[in-house]
């Protein structure tokens, strides 16, 4: 069964770093697009970042110059560095995932979520 697994939130203050992982399990034979999104409580869930299978990156314009997102495709894995944290970046953040798997191929394949408080 494929998973995915985030990891790295927790409580920072505001001008802060986190670094947050998303790892991948199960059969999977290749990644295309990874993406983050995050959702603030009572909002809708919103598009942080994306890189694509050959390395292009996109970014929402709010995290633009402070977050920067990576994959290594050996480790089956997706990052997100997030430098000069601000209070309204508090949400809970989730990976997403287009990938080749056993069963064929799957797109926008979530994660759990971690959840990032950042305190003012």
């Known amino acids: 069964q494929v998973q995915l697994v985030e990891s790295g939130g927790g409580l920072v203050q505001a001008g802060g770093s986190l670094r947050l992982s998303c790892a991948a399990s199960?059969?999977?034979?290749?990644?295309?697009?990874m993406r983050w999104y995050r959702q603030a409580p009572g909002k809708q869930r919103e598009f942080v970042a994306a890189i694509a299978s050959g390395g292009s990156t996109t970014y929402a314009d709010s995290v633009k110059g402070r977050f920067t997102i990576s994959r290594d495709n050996a480790k089956k894995a997706v990052y997100l560095q997030m430098n000069s944290l601000k209070p309204e970046d508090t949400a809970v953040y989730s990976c997403?995932?287009?990938?080749?798997?056993?069963?064929?191929?799957?797109?926008?394949?979530w994660g759990q979520g971690t959840q990032v408080t950042v305190s003012s």
């Open positions: 199960g059969r999977i034979f290749s990644f295309g697009t």
């Open positions: 997403n995932a287009d990938m080749s798997t056993l069963s064929g191929y799957v797109r926008d394949y």
